[in-house]
């Protein structure tokens, strides 16, 4: 069973930074994109930043290219997505997600609150 631990969340000014880190465990696929979402009230889930587990590719939404950067350490199963020059309009619950094949994990996301 995969199992995600989160953490970082939490309440920073705007332009601020936080670090947010996913602990996965479980794992038993060779091939895998692992990375976060988020969702803000009253909106829909959306994508933020995956990494894949074969070759490091990463991918990025378009509101956060240039300020977030995901990475991984495979030796420690974990992602972290360090985000910097943090807008009003990141606040959301965070949440980890690892995809492989048709399956689709999700961990039970952590609150990150931008305040102006």
């Known amino acids: 069973e995969v199992q995600f631990v989160e953490s970082g969340g939490g309440l920073v000014q705007a332009g601020g930074s936080l670090r947010l880190s996913c602990e996965v465990s479980?794992?038993?696929?060779?091939?895998?994109?692992i990375g976060w979402f988020r969702q803000a009230p009253g909106k829909e889930r959306e994508g933020v930043s995956c990494?894949?587990?074969?070759?490091?590719?990463?991918w990025y939404s378009d509101s956060v290219k240039g300020r977030f950067t995901i990475s991984s350490d495979n030796a420690k199963n974990t992602v972290s997505l360090q985000m910097n020059s943090l807008k009003p309009e990141d606040t959301a619950v965070y949440y980890c997600?690892?995809?492989?094949?048709?399956?689709?994990?999700w961990g039970k996301g952590t609150l990150v609150t931008v305040s102006s």
């Open positions: 997600n690892l995809a492989a094949a048709v399956m689709r994990y």
């Open positions: 479980g794992v038993t696929f060779d091939d895998y994109a």
């Open positions: 990494i894949s587990s074969s070759d490091g590719l990463t």
